[in-house]
């Protein structure tokens, strides 16, 4: 259900899992005492209060229970807070800058992107601020969020276990657009990530090298949407929400499409047609909100039944069921 990227995560976990055990335990304790005094010691059965001055023992037990309780609380989540805290020499030094409302990261050689790409096993360490207002550097995957400050550094360290891409977030409201400051964190091979550093391949093989390793695409490879994998679909339209450089396939689920045709606005129902069409003649709609760009003729590699199985794996996949 929720992602767990590094062991940091789990041990976060369990220090939450321990704090909501005590808390749901005492909650029991709580409300059975409450219920059975409220029985005991009603009107009916006792009509005359008694009073009570006091009594050390139970006083002591409930000073001393409590505070030993939170303190178990406070020095297990301090065990836990040192991991990511503490750096390791061999750490990877990031730079992570925020402003309203875009976040850019800046590497060890110079590079710098908007989109954080990592090496999975290896420490890394945020060095966190930020240019403007106050923002928080939030990746829910790895459990960690540290505000970014204006001329102030923070620092966080992580250690990615998983290939994969995560969400990044802003969790400090920080004007209009705060809810948009989203981005991705893209967690590769610590190969990868170095013919990245040394320019042999760009951002977009990263992004496809985590695709196809990871969940979300996994099952596709050998499932009935491989075709738009073999025929290099996926690599300008994505079969999740995601905006690429052409819409995404889920946005055929909408059942109607606003396109221009010849430089006038238009919206049309998707049918099998459209879908026909827009393969055959990339060039003839163009989605509203994206380029005309020179698309490589799809029916290059397509041969007519092919075609046709394309038209009905999506129509029947995305425009009918809408799910
Ligand atoms: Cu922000």
Redesign the pocket.
């Known amino acids: 259900m929720f992602q767990i990227a590094s062991d940091y995560a789990k041990n976060v976990d369990n220090v939450m899992l321990y704090i909501i055990g005590i808390s749901v335990l005492l909650l029991f304790i709580i409300t059975f005492a409450m219920i059975y005094f409220v029985i005991r010691y009603n009107r009916k059965r006792n009509p005359v209060a008694s009073q009570i001055e006091g009594n050390k023992t139970i006083e002591i037990i409930w000073i001393i229970v409590p505070v030993a309780l939170v303190l178990t609380m406070f020095f297990y989540s301090y065990d836990v807070f040192k991991q990511a805290r503490a750096v390791p020499p061999n750490a990877l030094n990031i730079n992570v800058e925020?402003k309203m409302?875009a976040w850019k990261f800046t590497y060890p050689n110079g590079k710098v992107t908007d989109t954080l790409f990592i090496p999975v096993g290896k420490p890394i360490k945020f060095n966190i601020t930020s240019v403007d207002v106050n923002?928080s550097f939030y990746i829910p995957a790895f459990r960690i969020k540290e505000d970014a400050v204006p001329g102030r550094q923070n620092y966080m360290v992580v250690e990615p276990k998983e290939i994969g891409s995560f969400d990044i977030a802003?969790a400090?409201y920080?004007g209009l657009n705060?809810s948009l400051?989203y981005t991705k964190v893209y967690v590769v091979p610590q190969q990868e990530f170095s013919q990245w550093m040394n320019g042999e391949v760009d951002e977009g093989y990263l992004r496809k090298y985590v695709a196809m390793h990871t969940g979300g695409y996994k099952d596709y490879l050998t499932g009935s949407y491989a075709i738009l994998f073999a025929k290099g679909c996926v690599q300008c339209h994505s079969i999740d929400e995601r905006k690429s450089i052409g819409p995404s396939f889920t946005e055929l689920r909408k059942g109607k499409s606003n396109v221009i045709v010849n430089g006038k606005d238009t919206t049309i129902t998707i049918d099998k047609e459209y879908i026909r069409q827009s393969i055959i003649n990339p060039d003839l709609h163009i989605v509203r909100g994206y380029e005309k760009i020179k698309m490589t003729n799809p029916m290059n590699n397509l041969k007519k039944e092919e075609l046709e199985y394309l038209v009905d794996l999506l129509y029947n996949n995305f425009v009918k069921s809408k799910q």
Do not use: F, G, K, S
Request: charged content about 10%.
């Open positions: 925020a409302w923002h802003c400090e920080c705060h400051m």
